[in-house]
Structures are given as structure tokens and as C-alpha cells.
């Protein structure tokens, strides 16, 4: 059921490419700015199937039909882990010469040419979720603040195991990923504050559940006696808490994972998972379409953006402003800007 769901939305997503594109090498055009109707923007998620990237592309279309004349092409490689076919995916929308590329980067290193590459064409970058690295000046980055995130992730994870302290594990997801790597170092840093918690080390899910639940079951089984994890991500997540449940740890490993997703929500519901830290997705999607507008048309400063991050716990999934971010809905501007 976990699985199903998981990734029924990678069943229903259209990756069409336009016919005859071939991969540019060498971007010499100069694109004319777009002040006045149309604009069509590509909006590039890191993959296309999680429920994370769902609610981006939410935000994004909410944002595309608040603004006249913007048309918003969604697409995306199915894996976070396909450097190269995002690489290719971005350069061809750079040669068809769109106005505005907003995109998250499935690598920080290898995709700073290409956010380059854009610009001196005249195309117009947004980076959300994920920069690169460098980040270009000129490239605002609408994101979480993931090393503070991680940080509220290991003092919560603290507080879920007590005082006794205990050995304690990570799943992350890519590395090599911004976010990813951000994380890790977030949660290790806080993780120095509570010298009776030992990190045994960090295991990798490739954003894949089955990956996840063999890694931690693997843990689990060299770690009779481990405490707790931290799931760095969605499909991390998922597949760790499906392994503490087949191995009936369930209450003794405490877990806090990162995202909302149905699945995800459904493990604090059922104290399977301590609690979630929650990004916010649609914000990404609906602030970053609406900073590549405002860049074309007003020739805006280009300005970074935290979009903010809350801990989710079965005690508070009613409050409004955590609504907002695990079940996000498309309205006016000032309500989708919750701070």
C-alpha cells in the first residue's frame, strides 16, 4: 500500500519533450525579454512522482493562473539520481528559448554551467529547493533553509529518545544533492549538543523506497540496540518506517522524517514516527514562478528567499499554518503567503 501510493503519482506524470529537440551544446542566442504577454516559463522539479514535487507543481500552476499571460511548462527526469537527462532536459528548453527556466537542481556542482549558460542567453533563472553550487549572483535560490531544518530535525529526535541517549543512524537520499548534503550537515552539527547520542553513520536511499527500507533494515539488524533516525526525505522516510515495522522496533526506534506526504502523515498519525519536519513545497512552486515574472516583466532585483519549514506532530495537524504546508490550497496571494 506504502509503495502504491508512493508512486501512483509517477504513473499519472507527462514528460513530453518538444519533437525534433536536440541536445545544445553551445548557447550563442540571445533571447529578447519578455515584458508583455506571453511568457512561458519551464518549471523543472528534481523528479517527477513524489508527492513533494506534486505540490511544487501545484504551487506553480496556482501562481500561472494568478498572473495574465504566463504559460508554465511542467517537466521532469523520474529519477533524482538522472544528473545527465536533467542536464539534457534543461538545455533543451534553453535552446527553444524560453523566457524563464525555474528548476531545482538534482546536482549543485553539475548544474551551475547550465544556470549559467541560461543567463547569458537572456533567459531568466529561478532556482527553487535546490542551487548549485556556486550560485550565481544574478540566480535568486527560493528554498528551505535545510541546515536549520536538520538541526530542529536532531533536537527533536533528541527529545523523542531521552535522556538515556543511544545510538542513532541517517537516511539521506543523494549525494552530491544541495539539500541532501545540507541536511546531513545540519543534523550533525546538532548533533554534537547531546554528547549521549552517537552517530553510527549515514546510509543512502537514492530517493528510492525498496533502497530505503533494505539500508535500514540492514541498520537495524547491526543495530540491535539502535534508539533512533533521521529520514532525510519522503521516499526515506517511507521505506525506514516500513522496516522498523517488519522488524517490530516499532516505539523502540524513534524516527522524525522530513516531508508530508500522505504515507508520511499516516506514520505520525499512528506514532510510528516521532515527527515530520515540513518544508514548504507549494510556496517553492507559486514564489518561484511568480520571482521569474517579476525578473521578465519589472526587471526585478533578484532576492533569495527562506520559504520556511515547521515540525509536524499528530498534536498539531490542525493547526491552520500547518495545514497550510502538509495540505496546501490555491487562493490569493496573501493566503498563500504564510511567512
Not at 537572456?122 to 548549485?132: A, L, Q, R, Y
Not at 541517517?170 to 541536511?183: C, L
Not at 505520525?268 to 518561484?288: C, E, H, N, T, W
Request: proline share 5%; aromatic share 6%; hydrophobic share 40%.
Amino acid at each position: 500500500m506504502l509503495r502504491k501510493r508512493l508512486f501512483s503519482a509517477a504513473i499519472a506524470a507527462v514528460a513530453l519533450m518538444a519533437s525534433g529537440c536536440a541536445v545544445v551544446k553551445d548557447h550563442k542566442v540571445k533571447v529578447t525579454l519578455q515584458k508583455t504577454p506571453p511568457i512561458h516559463l519551464a518549471v523543472i522539479p528534481k523528479s517527477v512522482g513524489l508527492d513533494y514535487w506534486t505540490k511544487v507543481h501545484e504551487g506553480a500552476m496556482c501562481a500561472a493562473r494568478q498572473l495574465p499571460g504566463v504559460q508554465v511548462t511542467w517537466n521532469g527526469v523520474t529519477d533524482e539520481t538522472d544528473v545527465v537527462g536533467q542536464l539534457n532536459l534543461l538545455n533543451n528548453y534553453i535552446g527553444e528559448g524560453v523566457n524563464g527556466l525555474v528548476y531545482a537542481a538534482t546536482d549543485a556542482t553539475a548544474m551551475n554551467e547550465v544556470s549559467n549558460d541560461a543567463t547569458k542567453a537572456g533567459i531568466k533563472v529561478v532556482s527553487i529547493d535546490s542551487g548549485t553550487t556556486p550560485q550565481p549572483s544574478n540566480v535568486p535560490l527560493i528554498a528551505t533553509n535545510n541546515i536549520s531544518g536538520a538541526k530542529l530535525a536532531a533536537k527533536q529526535l533528541a527529545k523523542a529518545i531521552g535522556p538515556g541517549g543511544g545510538k542513532v543512524a541517517i537516511i539521506a537520499f543523494h549525494a552530491g544533492s544541495q539539500t541532501n548534503d545540507q541536511r546531513v550537515q545540519g543534523f550533525e552539527e546538532e548533533l554534537k549538543k547531546y554528547p549521549k547520542l552517537h552517530l553510527i553513520g549515514t546510509q543512502y536511499s537514492q530517493n528510492d523506497y525498496n533502497t530505503a527500507l533494505t539500508v535500514t533494515a540492514n541498520v537495524l539488524t547491526a543495530n540491535p540496540d539502535l534508539k533512533g533516525l533521521f529520514a532525510a526525505n519522503e521516499a526515506s522516510d517511507v521505506g525506514a518506517v516500513e522496516a522498523v515495522r517488519i522488524a517490530h522496533r516499532v516505539g523502540k526506534v524513534k524516527i522524525v522524517g522530513w516531508d508530508t506526504s500522505p504515507d508520511e502523515v499516516d506514520g505520525v498519525k499512528q506514532g510510528v514516527v516521532a515527527g515530520l519536519i515540513s518544508q514548504d513545497p507549494f510556496r517553492m512552486g507559486y514564489d518561484g514562478v511568480r520571482a521569474a515574472v517579476d525578473l521578465l516583466r519589472r526587471q526585478g532585483r533578484p532576492q533569495n528567499e527562506n520559504t520556511g519549514a515547521v515540525f509536524v506532530t499528530r498534536h498539531d495537524l490542525n493547526n491552520p499554518l500547518v495545514r497550510q504546508f502538509v495540505t496546501p490550497k490555491c487562493g490569493s496571494p496573501r493566503q498563500v503567503d504564510v511567512g
